[in-house]
């Protein structure tokens, strides 16, 4: 993979767009760039002419660029020399699964969770559970979704289950 790296003038090319006959500084640069490039042999004079839109337009197409004739960030960026270097692209190393035969129990008459592998406990945990208006469910549900940082008063995990809207999340109060 080849990276580009380059460090450019502080200019807001997203909300610039030239017309006939404008004149700004940065045309100037513009022409300068494009006669370094072979592309543009008038004069610099930092007026957006013909032969500006059409040296713009032929560099866009030797670098495959969309041929618009104006100067987008993209063919800006392309018109300054970069350094470029060369990287290899590390894979991400695999994600543990979590536990093969993890399983959940709910207490609720104790008030709390318990983390199985198979068969075996692994952790415990204290819980709150539903109040009367959303109350704890009965019956086996699969975790359907896992969310990190919610928001609001669910803390920083939700776990949904494959049931209705319900689930099993953090407090925002430690």
């Known amino acids: 993979m080849r990276v580009r790296i380059i460090y450019l003038p502080q200019h807001q090319l997203f909300d610039t767009y030239f017309t006939e006959d404008d004149h700004h500084p940065l045309i100037s640069e513009i022409q300068k760039l494009l ?94 559970i539903g109040k009367p208006s959303t109350p704890t469910p009965e019956g086996n549900y699969l975790i359907a979704s896992k969310i990190i940082n919610p928001g609001g008063i669910l803390g920083s995990r939700w776990m949904g289950l494959n049931f209705d809207a319900y689930g099993i999340h953090g407090t925002s109060i430690p």
Do not use: M, W
Request: net charge positive; with cysteine; charged share 15%.
């Open 35 to 128: 006669t370094k490039h072979g592309v543009y042999q008038s004069d610099t004079h930092g007026f957006y002419d013909a032969n500006t839109a059409e040296a713009i337009s032929s560099f866009q197409e030797t670098n495959q660029l969309a041929v618009t004739g104006d100067v987008s960030p993209i063919t800006y960026c392309r018109l300054h020399n970069a350094a470029t270097t060369g990287i290899i692209p590390v894979s991400k190393p695999k994600r543990s699964q979590g536990l093969a035969r993890a399983n959940v129990l709910i207490s609720k008459s104790q008030r709390h969770l318990t983390l199985f592998d198979g068969n075996s406990p692994l952790r415990q945990y204290p819980i709150a």
